[in-house]
Structures are given as C-alpha cells and as structure tokens.
C-alpha cells in the first residue's frame, strides 16, 4: 500500500472504468467526494454499490452523461435518484452479487474502501462491512483506500493484508451511526408475536428497523441463541452483553456470531472491535443457502410492504416506485425453511402510518415481488399470527384476513368470496 494524497490516488481513475464503492456504515465519503470532482473531467464512469450512507454528490443531473450510478440495494439517500431516471437500480439476490461482479459485464476496474491503519503485521480491517466487497478487492486491479482509525478492527474475513491495497488515504472520518431507539408500543406487539415462535437454541437473521430491534428486546429470558445473519445491530449487541446469545448450538460456526455488515450505533462498533466472538464473512457464504440450512432452528425475521391474501410479498417497491432491493430476503427465507426445525418468518404492521392496509387483496399495479406465496410460512402483525405453508389459497386468506386490521377484514372476505370459490 503507498500512502498518498487524494488527489494523487483519485488520479488513477480513468475514462470508462468500473467502479466498486463499499457501503452501509463503512462508506467510503471522503473517496465519494473526491470522486464527484473528478468526474467533471471523465466519460462513461459506472459505480456500482449495495446500500450506501450519507450525501451523493456524483448523483446529479450535470454528471448524468457521464457517471452511470448503479444500486444493488437502493437506500433513502438515492430513492428519489432511482425514480427519477438520475441512478438505475439492479435486482439482484445479495447472495449471488459476489459472482457477479467476478462473471458479469460489470466486473469492477476499481475498488473504493474504508479500512483501519495496518497493525504490526501489516494487516487492515474492513471493519463492519464486507458484503461483496472482499471479492470487489480480489478482481479489481486497482484498490484506493480511505486508511481511517475511526474504522474497528472487525474479525473473521474482514482482515486483508494491505499489500491488497494500490493507495492509500490517510483520513480520520467517523463511521455512519444509528442512533438506538426505543421501540413504539407498535413493533413491541409484533415483536411479542414473533418471539414466540423462537424457540431456545434457535439461530436468527434479524433486519435492521424498530420492529426486529422490538423482537430482540423480546428474547432476553431465551437461552442460547445463535446469530447467523445478513447483518447485525445493537440488539444483537445487547443480547450478546446479556448472555443470551451463545451460537453453542449453531450447525455453522458454534460460538460466533456472523454476518456480512452490521449497523447501529458507535456503541455497535466498539462491541466489534477486536471481538474473536464476531465473524464478518462474504455475503455469498453469509446468504448462501446450503449455508443457512445447516443450522438446526434457523429462524429468518424479514418485514414487507404488503403481503396479499395468496401470501405474495412485496418488499423493494411501492407499486413501481423503487424504494429498496431484493436484498438477502429470498436467501435467508428459503435457507430457513429448509433447516431442521427452522421457520421463516415475514412481520409488518397491518396498516401504514398513513392508514392504508397492507395486508391486500392484490398487490399495487406495479409493484415487486420479493418472495413468492410458495416459500412464505408465517406472516405476522400487532393482530397474531398466519400460518401458510400447507394452507390452500382459500384457507390462507382466511388466516391472513385474520391478522389484517380489523376495518380491513370485511372488505378483504368480501374479495376473497368473489376470487377464491372455496373460501
């Protein structure tokens, strides 16, 4: 790794590359910025990205000709971008991202990276994301790297030795934090709902939000609990501080909480901080089917933006308007229903704060679907549980009117007579 200024390193990136940008907590803004500027000068730039944090300075009309901005995963700060025509977005199962960017059109010239000063033996870390950005390292023939102390020195996989590194930039930026919030009588209800489906021993794949951080609060009287998931935050960390999770029954890494990226508060990072508990891995073995399937228990808890009377999930648009990605849902959806004793679980509350239902007869015009009526098991909301796997169309309506807000029921039943002769 040669230590530079970042101009220097920035100097590097050509007309026409591919640009692979590390994202969640450990977004790289000060590269971005850079990046943005230099952009005036070049043509045909494409960066390709998961969900980033923080500003988007390259994501404008004036550098729309020349910088295409792809999002595997759209976050807030690029919904509006995507729907207006400014980024695209590329559906994509995460767990197959890896391979994509090794196989596709899309195999990245550059790699943009947050990491920790190298310790005595010249190692860095990634810090609380990995995602697809170790094989993003691997393929890329250049690597510029933000050489940053605010970044915790993460274990497992996180580690590269930074040989791996073309230039480095030294910068001090902290990392993008979540506050921890107390969760609202709402997401209590269902994370009541859902914890009782968890059984002791279980190993769970959490989201990030109010309504998973609300099960986790749930589960402090549970007793070894594994974590296997997509991604951690602060309720991972505070079950953890309890002693309530000990990943001594997991069927993949006993012992080790794993996940791909976590994110949360600075209190998050400090708990990952050279803890030989926590295991970053790639996201084609965090998400990896056969992975998750071999732990005994598996229990996915994943949300949705409406789910219809056959048990369609919609979980990345609004009718057509973009507002997230496929995500790992799917990977961790099928992976648990195949485990020993597992079960996947989808959990949401029955109406939007605007008051618009969200267990549906159908679903919007427009709108995607993430998981299909065929791999969904339990839906849950504040009003109990739908159980569907092994239900017929007509009995799983039954079950998810029951669940649906009570002003909704009627007209749902009246629906499901006229569609569903057998209801």
């Not at 998961?50 to 550098?63: M, Q, R, Y």
């Not at 589960?219 to 998931?229: C, Q």
């Amino acid at each position: 790794m040669k230590l530079v200024s970042l101009d220097t390193a920035l100097d590097a990136i050509q007309s026409g590359m591919r640009i692979w940008v590390q994202g969640m907590a450990s977004t790289p803004h000060q590269l971005l910025e850079g990046l943005a500027e230099r952009c005036q000068t070049l043509q045909d730039v494409t960066l390709l990205h998961l969900h980033l944090e923080g500003e988007t300075p390259w994501v404008k009309p004036d550098l729309v000709d020349r910088v295409r901005d792809i999002s595997l995963f759209v976050g807030p700060n690029l919904r509006d971008a995507v729907n207006a025509g400014l980024s695209d977005y590329l559906p994509i199962f995460l767990s197959e991202v890896p391979l994509f960017l090794e196989d596709s059109e899309f195999r990245p010239d550059v790699a943009l990276i947050n990491v920790s000063p190298p310790d005595r033996h010249g190692f860095v870390s990634l810090g609380p994301t990995i995602e697809a950005t170790l094989k993003a390292i691997q393929v890329a023939p250049l690597t510029i790297a933000q050489v940053n102390p605010k970044v915790p020195r993460v274990l497992g996989d996180a580690q590269i030795h930074m040989d791996s590194i073309t230039y480095g930039v030294e910068v001090d930026e902290a990392l993008n934090a979540n506050p921890v919030l107390a969760p609202d009588p709402l997401s209590l209800t269902i994370g009541r709902q859902v914890a009782a489906l968890i059984p002791d021993r279980a190993v769970l794949q959490l989201g990030i939000g109010r309504i998973p951080d609300a099960v986790l609060s749930q589960l402090t009287h549970h007793r070894d609990l594994g974590i296997h998931s997509e991604m951690i935050s602060d309720g991972v960390r505070l079950l953890a501080e309890q002693g309530v999770i000990s990943g001594r029954y997991k069927g993949t890494d006993p012992g080790f909480i794993v996940a791909t990226f976590a994110m949360g508060s600075d209190a998050l990072y400090q708990f990952l901080d050279d803890n030989p508990g926590v295991l970053m891995r790639p996201v084609d073995y965090t998400n990896n089917t056969s992975v998750i399937r071999r732990n005994p228990r598996m229990i996915s808890i994943n949300s949705a933006i409406e789910v219809d009377l056959t048990g369609q999930v919609v979980a990345e648009s609004i009718g057509p308007r973009i507002v997230s990605g496929v995500g790992g849902q799917m990977d961790f959806v099928r992976g648990a229903s195949l485990a020993p004793g597992g079960r996947s679980i989808i959990a949401l509350p029955s109406r939007t704060r605007a008051g618009r239902p969200r267990i549906v007869a159908d679903i919007q015009a427009g709108a995607a679907v993430t998981t299909t009526r065929n791999h969904v098991q339990y839906v849950v909301t504040e009003y109990g549980v739908a159980e569907l796997h092994g239900r017929t169309l007509a009995q799983r309506a039954h079950q998810l009117i029951a669940v649906a807000h009570p002003d909704d029921r009627e007209e749902l039943a009246r629906y499901a007579k006229t569609r569903l002769p057998r209801f």
